[in-house]
C-alpha cells in the first residue's frame, strides 16, 4: 500500500516512509491511496469475535501488504494486552469506555501500536541513528506516546505540551518518566506546540541530521489503529440489538479520533451517522453551519484535550470528501458545549443514569443526547477517565473520584521538564544539541 499527501505536491510514500517520516514534504498529512472494505461476512458475525480478533481482521486489510502477518498480529495481540473497553448502555446511548489502557485514555491504542510498527521497521533498517519522536499535546496524547515508547531502545521521545494546559495528573503521566521521555514546557497553547513540531519536520537541515519522527495523529501509524474500537464497539452494540441504526459521537479536538472513524466506515462499518462534539473551540463545528474553515487561537476549557484551534486532521477529513462540503455535512453534524454546559451534563448524567462522564465524555454525551431519530441508538465515545480531571469531575458531580492506583503511581513521581518559548530559534537550538 502506498500514501500520498493530502497536498498533493510530494512523492507517494511506502508505509516505513510514512511512519518513520511522520509528514510529507510538501506538510501534507499522509492518506492510504484506497480504503480496503472489508467482507459483508465480516459484518454477519463480528458480534462473535473478541477485539483482538477484530483488530487483527483491521489491521490485515490495512498493514497486511506491508507487514507480516505474525508480525502484525504480535503487534496488535502487544497493543491490546490491558482490559478490552466494554460499552455501557443508557437508555438507547451506548458510551464505549476506551480508557482502559496504561494511561486510562483512548490515545493508548495508537500510541502503543504505533511504538511496536514503528519498532518492526527500525529493526530492519540500516538506519541506526536514534529516532526522535517529537510530539505536541493538549493533555492525553502526551502521555499515551510516553508511556507507549518507555524503555524503546533507539528511540527518543520529546513532548511539547502548553504550560498550566494539562490537568495536573495528566502532567504527572509524562514529567515523570525519564528514561528516554523529555518533556518540554512551552509558554504557549497547543497549537503553539503543534506548530514547533511541524516546523521541525520542514527544517531540511534538522532533518538531514536527525531521524524525526510524530506521534501525534498526524501519523498514520498513530491515526488508523484508532479505527480498531469503532468495530469493537459495534460488535458489541450488535450483541445488544442496538446497532441497527448506529450513531457514532466522537469528542473532537484534533480530529485524528473522528477520522479513524470516518475510514472504518469507508470499510464497510455500519455506521448511519457521525456526530463531531466541540467544546468552545468550534472551528469544525463552524465549517458544518457555512461552509467556511477559519482556523483560530484555541482558548482553554475544562475539556483541555480538544483545546484545539487548528486541527491538522481536518485536511484529512475533507480530503474523505474530496473538498464536498454537502457529502461531509451528510454524514456529519456537529454539536458544541460551553465550560458550564459540560459541567451540568456531568451532573445531569450522573443524578439520571449513575454514569460519571469526564469532561470529554460530557461534550460528546450532550452534542447526541435528545438529538436521536427513532429507531437510532448513539455510541459514544468516552475517552478518559474521569480521574484524570479530578477537580473539575468532583466540582461538578458532587461526589467524590477515586483515583486508580495506575495514575496514582505517576503522581508519586518527581516533575522533570524543560521551559520553552514558543519562537521557532528556541526549540531548533534545543533539537540541535541532539544526536
Same mark, same amino acid.
Given at each position: ?131 526522535? +519522536?517529537?510530539?505536541?499535546? $493538549? !493533555?492525553?496524547? &502526551?502521555?499515551?506516546? #510516553?508511556?507507549?515508547?518507555? %524503555?524503546?531502545? /533507539? ?91 448506529? +450513531?457514532?459521537?466522537?469528542? $473532537? !479536538?484534533?480530529? &485524528?479520533?473522528?477520522? #479513524?472513524?470516518?475510514?472504518? %466506515?469507508?470499510? /464497510? ?167
Amino acid at each position: 500500500m502506498m500514501y500520498y499527501s493530502t497536498n498533493g505536491q510530494a512523492p507517494r510514500a511506502s508505509l516505513e516512509k510514512a511512519v518513520v517520516r511522520g509528514l510529507a514534504e510538501d506538510r501534507g498529512l499522509y492518506m492510504p491511496e484506497r480504503i480496503p472494505v472489508l467482507p459483508p461476512d465480516f459484518y454477519n458475525h463480528i458480534q462473535t469475535l473478541t477485539f483482538q480478533e477484530i483488530a487483527c481482521t483491521v489491521a490485515d486489510a490495512l498493514f497486511g501488504e506491508d507487514v507480516p502477518a505474525e508480525d502484525l498480529h504480535r503487534i496488535v495481540e502487544e497493543t491490546l494486552s490491558f482490559d478490552c473497553p466494554v460499552v455501557k448502555v443508557t437508555r438507547s446511548i451506548g458510551a464505549l469506555e476506551l480508557f482502559h489502557g496504561p494511561t486510562l485514555a483512548f490515545k493508548d491504542v495508537g500510541a502503543r501500536f504505533m511504538a511496536r510498527l514503528l519498532g518492526h521497521f527500525t529493526r530492519a533498517s540500516r538506519d541506526r541513528r536514534t529516532i526522535h +519522536v517529537l510530539v505536541a499535546t $493538549s !493533555g492525553d496524547t &502526551g502521555s499515551a506516546v #510516553a508511556n507507549g515508547f518507555l %524503555g524503546v531502545q /533507539g528511540v527518543q521521545v520529546h513532548v511539547l505540551y502548553p504550560k498550566g494546559g494539562v490537568s495536573p495528573i495528566q502532567e504527572c503521566q509524562f514529567t515523570t518518566l525519564g528514561q528516554n521521555v523529555t518533556a518540554l514546557e512551552v509558554d504557549g497553547s497547543f497549537d503553539d506546540c503543534q506548530a514547533l513540531v511541524k516546523s521541525a519536520f520542514m527544517d531540511t537541515a534538522l532533518t538531514e541530521r536527525l531521524r524525526l519522527t510524530s506521534a501525534n495523529s498526524i501519523n498514520v501509524a498513530r491515526l488508523l489503529p484508532q479505527s480498531f474500537y469503532y468495530f469493537h464497539g459495534y460488535a458489541q452494540m450488535k450483541r445488544l440489538g442496538l446497532a441497527e441504526q448506529l +450513531v457514532v459521537c466522537v469528542p $473532537s !479536538g484534533n480530529f &485524528g479520533n473522528l477520522c #479513524a472513524a470516518l475510514i472504518a %466506515g469507508r470499510m /464497510g462499518l455500519p455506521v448511519k451517522r457521525y456526530v463531531a462534539a466541540n467544546n468552545a473551540n468550534d472551528v469544525f463545528y463552524e465549517y458544518l453551519q457555512t461552509g467556511s474553515y477559519a482556523p483560530r487561537p484555541s482558548i482553554r476549557t475544562l475539556a483541555n484535550a480538544m483545546d484545539v484551534g487548528a486541527p491538522s486532521n481536518f485536511d484529512r477529513i475533507l480530503d474523505l470528501y474530496g473538498g464536498d462540503w454537502q457529502s461531509l455535512t451528510a454524514d456529519i453534524s456537529g454539536g458544541v458545549s460551553s465550560d458550564l454546559e459540560i459541567r451540568s451534563t456531568i451532573s445531569d448524567c450522573l443524578r439520571k443514569y449513575g454514569y460519571l462522564l469526564d469532561p470529554h465524555g460530557a461534550c460528546g454525551f450532550r452534542a447526541v443526547y435528545h438529538r436521536l431519530a427513532p429507531g437510532e441508538s448513539a455510541l459514544i465515545c468516552e475517552t478518559a477517565h474521569p480521574a484524570k480531571f479530578k477537580d473539575t469531575v468532583e466540582d461538578a458531580a458532587g461526589v467524590a473520584v477515586p483515583i486508580p492506583e495506575r495514575l496514582a503511581a505517576f503522581m508519586r513521581g518527581e516533575k522533570q521538564s524543560v521551559p520553552m518559548g514558543r519562537d521557532y530559534p528556541a526549540f531548533k537550538a534545543y533539537l540541535s544539541t541532539l544526536k
